[in-house]
Structure formats: C-alpha cells, structure tokens
C-alpha cells in the first residue's frame, strides 16, 4: 500500500522533537523528563537501526499511554522495521496515540481506513479522525479533509468547507492544496470561475517544488485548459464509497469490487508492498 510522506517521516526525526503531544486526561505515569530521555536513547538507536532495542525501550512506554512511543511504534510495524509489516499492530497503536490527542497517529490511521488496507475502506472512520487532526492544525489532515468535503467522502458534501480546508492547509506551506485550489478556480468548481486567483495558486504550489503545478501554468499560457485532478479524485473517492455499500446489499449478481482513490497528496511507500 502506498503512505503519506509525512506518515514515512523518519523516526529518527520525530523522536528528536521535545514538544510532547496533548495528552489524554489519564496521562501516561512517565513523567516528561523520563519520557524524552528515553526517546532521544531510541532515536539513536533508530538511526543504527538497531530496531529490536527501540522497540524494547520503546514498549513500558507505549504500555503507559506515551503518544510519541506509540506512534512510533505503529510507524515501524507499518513500516516493517524490527519484524514484518503488520498493519493490524500499527493500527492497535495509532489508536492508542489518537485516543491520546496525537494528531499524526490521528492522520496516519485515518489513511489506513482512508486506503482500505485492513480489508475495507472507512471513509466515515477517515473523515472523523482526520477531522480531530485538523482541528490540531495537522497540514495533511487539513489536505484531506478538503478532498473529503470536495467530494462528500464519508459524509455530506460542502464546498464551502471544502476550500476552508485547502486554505488552511496552503497557508500552511501544503503545495497540493495551493494546485488544487487553482484548479478550483480555473474551472469553476462549486465556485465562481477566477482565471487570476487560478493562477496565483498554481503559482504557489509550483513555488513549492510541485511539478504538475508548472506543468498546468504552461498548459495555462499556452491555451490549454489543465485538468482538474484533484477534484476528479474527489468524484471517484464518492464513487468507491457508494459502491462498497452497494456490495452490502444482496443482489443477484456480485457487485463490482470497489478499490479507493487517495487524495492528491505527496505519498511515499512502504515496503513489502
């Protein structure tokens, strides 16, 4: 299955950050001091990939409702880091670290359900820890709470909320949200069509290193009208979801297997794919 880059950030990387998440109201008995010495001893390790001793000092503090621990955790069984991949403990985990307030767990487990890599898509299970992560300010969740609203994945649709998300998530230095916001206004999506805001968005998201945005403002001034992926994304994420509830249903003949469409996002990938 294919991830989101953040969700395949190096631990090393996150296990570096001093700033603890938010935490539940039964916070972990570890205190912080504690919590960050040990995770900097783990960060080490990880970078000598050393992953049977992370996860050993990781584990006592995963058992004590520590977010970080856990996420990492999950990120390594997701990931196959120590062992063989398995998505069911990455999700036992991520769960543990959302149920903790930790918006990348909340976002790394809302893609799992999102993708439908535990057997079967759940874009309302998606559109509801998604929504926690962007209520934290998570760029990714923002992103795709956007993709979601765009196109009524998971639950109602609503434009208007659709181009909140991207906005944030563009002020927030998303480059896919700054391209499809473009593509929004180039083609009149739910929107008054707006050639000049078009434009500067794609202008933003090719400042950012996106290639399809330079791409779509050759195609732009050359006359050619670009396509508006991200939103014909949005359309197949509804499209798979009534699909997968028409499965449900008894029929004479087998309905056609669904497969869900990701949102537009810069996604890495994991191994034993």
Request: include cysteine; hydrophobic fraction near 40%; glycine fraction near 10%.
């Amino acid at each position: 299955m294919s991830l989101p880059s953040r969700f395949s950030l190096s631990i090393f990387w996150l296990l570096l950050c001093l700033v603890l998440p938010v935490r539940a109201a039964d916070a972990p008995t570890v205190s912080e001091a504690e919590a960050q010495s040990i995770l900097r001893q783990v960060a080490d390790l990880y970078g000598a990939k050393d992953f049977a001793k992370a996860k050993e000092l990781l584990q006592p503090l995963a058992d004590k409702n520590e977010p970080y621990a856990a996420l990492a955790l999950g990120l390594m069984a997701a990931r196959g880091e120590g062992g063989p991949q398995d998505l069911k403990a990455a999700e036992s985990w991520w769960k543990k670290a959302s149920e903790a307030g930790n918006p990348q767990a909340q976002f790394n487990l809302g893609y799992l359900y999102f993708k439908g890599a535990l057997g079967t898509q759940d874009l309302k299970k998606t559109r509801e820890l998604w929504s926690k992560a962007a209520g934290i300010g998570h760029v990714d969740a923002l992103y795709g709470m956007g993709v979601l609203y765009m196109g009524g994945g998971g639950g109602e649709k609503n434009i208007a909320a659709g181009l909140k998300s991207f906005e944030a998530a563009a002020a927030k230095g998303h480059p896919l949200a700054d391209y499809d916001l473009g593509q929004i206004y180039l083609n009149g999506h739910g929107v008054k069509k707006d050639v000049k805001k078009g434009r500067e968005h794609l202008k933003k998201a090719a400042a950012k290193g996106m290639p399809e945005a330079k791409k779509a403002l050759a195609a732009l001034d050359s006359g050619k009208k670009p396509a508006a992926s991200g939103q014909k994304k949005a359309a197949q994420q509804k499209k798979a979801e009534q699909k997968k509830t028409a499965k449900e249903k008894p029929a004479a003949s087998a309905p056609e297997k669904t497969t869900g469409q990701k949102p537009a996002m810069n996604w890495g990938t994991l191994p034993n794919e």
